[in-house]
């Protein structure tokens, strides 16, 4: 049974102090405590300066869950921040974390049950983008699918079907999706294409499947880093999306302004390095927000 002590909480972050301050105050406030924090910071001014952040590392180390900033500079790209927190985890389990997601006081709790439950490569939870809250999309919820049985691997390219998963994903979708097929459940598991924002890993099978280090083979300015990461593990182990999604997007603007090299395209593409575009909340008419821009 996996316990909160098996848990690092890797959080890369980036000229968002206040962001990561409401992150950090989410793990402050969950229903398990003994997990660790560690966060990569790439600011230009040190985040653990900012008297918010560091009042809430004082508040998570207070409540036993020890947290720590570490500077992390120069930056090298996404991928290599995320191959970098990696390296800093001495836990069975790691969750990748972005430092604009508030997590509901449940969701460390339901995730840990849920990677117990499913043996899995890992598990996650899409983010809600709050401000589409009244924007229902049902021919984007047209490929959901449920794990009925246990969670097997899947190959999952550009072009497949399960790609088409990816609009699951989209402005509120997770929320609707959930109130549509709730049926009294706390959790229950579906197919994915990927997960942006909130993946927990077994870490020795992210590891096993090369975790982030193809970062020396991409560009420095990339996107896309998780989605390689993700469909290497799906692949040999499998992986899962949880509903009802316990993770909120703040909706800030990205700080990832670069996004023409696809680490797709480098690590898993045909070659030709495509400039694809990515699926964002924003995507409709805020090209400019953070929310992942997917490739497709």
Same mark, same amino acid.
């Given at each position: 049974m996996?316990?909160p002590?098996?848990?690092?909480?890797l959080i890369?972050?980036?000229?968002?102090?206040a962001?990561?301050?409401v992150?950090?105050?989410?793990?402050a406030?969950?229903?398990?405590?003994?997990?660790?924090?560690?966060?990569?910071?790439?600011?230009?001014?040190?985040?653990s300066?900012?008297p918010?952040?560091?009042s809430?590392?004082?508040?998570?180390?207070?409540? @036993?869950r020890?947290?720590?900033?570490?500077?992390?500079?120069p930056?090298?790209?996404l991928?290599?921040?995320?191959?970098?927190?990696?390296?800093?985890?001495?836990r069975?389990? +790691?969750l990748?974390?972005?430092d604009?997601?508030?997590?509901?006081?449940?969701?460390?709790?339901?995730?840990?049950?849920?990677?117990?439950?499913?043996?899995?490569?890992f598990?996650?939870?899409?983010?809600?983008?709050?401000?589409y809250?009244?924007? +229902?999309?049902?021919?984007?919820?047209?490929?959901?699918?449920?794990?009925t049985?246990?969670?097997?691997?899947?190959?999952?390219?550009?072009?497949?079907?399960?790609?088409?998963?990816?609009?699951?994903?989209?402005?509120?979708?997770?929320?609707?999706?959930?109130?549509?097929?709730?049926?009294?459940?706390?959790?229950?598991?579906?197919?994915?294409?990927?997960?942006?924002?909130?993946?927990?890993?077994?870490?020795?099978?992210?590891?096993?499947? @090369?975790?982030?280090?193809?970062?020396?083979?991409?560009?420095p300015a990339?996107?896309?880093?998780?989605?390689v990461?993700?469909?290497?593990?799906?692949e040999?182990?499998?992986?899962?999306?949880?509903?009802?999604?316990?993770?909120?997007?703040?909706?800030?603007?990205?700080?990832?302004?670069?996004r023409?090299?696809?680490c797709?395209?480098?690590?898993?593409?045909?070659?030709?390095?495509?400039?694809?575009?990515?699926?964002?909340?924003?995507?409709?008419?805020?090209?400019?927000?953070?929310?992942?821009?997917?490739?497709?």
């Amino acid at each position: 049974m996996s316990r909160p002590a098996d848990l690092d909480v890797l959080i890369p972050s980036k000229d968002r102090p206040a962001a990561l301050a409401v992150t950090l105050s989410g793990l402050a406030a969950q229903t398990v405590s003994g997990f660790r924090v560690v966060v990569s910071d790439q600011s230009a001014e040190p985040a653990s300066e900012d008297p918010l952040v560091a009042s809430t590392v004082r508040i998570l180390d207070h409540l @036993g869950r020890p947290a720590e900033v570490l500077r992390h500079v120069p930056p090298r790209g996404l991928a290599e921040q995320r191959q970098f927190l990696l390296e800093q985890s001495r836990r069975r389990l +790691v969750l990748y974390l972005d430092d604009d997601v508030w997590l509901e006081p449940a969701a460390v709790e339901v995730l840990l049950s849920a990677m117990d439950a499913l043996r899995c490569g890992f598990v996650g939870y899409a983010l809600h983008g709050l401000s589409y809250r009244h924007d +229902v999309r049902p021919h984007e919820l047209a490929p959901y699918e449920e794990w009925t049985s246990r969670v097997r691997p899947e190959r999952v390219r550009r072009g497949g079907s399960a790609w088409r998963r990816f609009t699951l994903h989209n402005a509120s979708n997770p929320l609707h999706l959930a109130q549509r097929v709730a049926k009294g459940r706390r959790w229950w598991a579906y197919k994915v294409a990927w997960i942006g924002g909130c993946v927990l890993y077994d870490r020795r099978r992210l590891e096993e499947c @090369g975790g982030f280090g193809f970062w020396r083979s991409v560009p420095p300015a990339h996107a896309g880093e998780d989605v390689v990461a993700e469909l290497r593990v799906m692949e040999r182990y499998g992986g899962a999306g949880l509903l009802p999604s316990r993770a909120y997007h703040m909706e800030l603007p990205t700080t990832v302004r670069d996004r023409t090299a696809e680490c797709y395209d480098y690590v898993l593409g045909d070659g030709r390095h495509r400039a694809d575009h990515r699926a964002d909340h924003r995507a409709d008419h805020h090209a400019d927000r953070r929310a992942d821009r997917l490739p497709r």
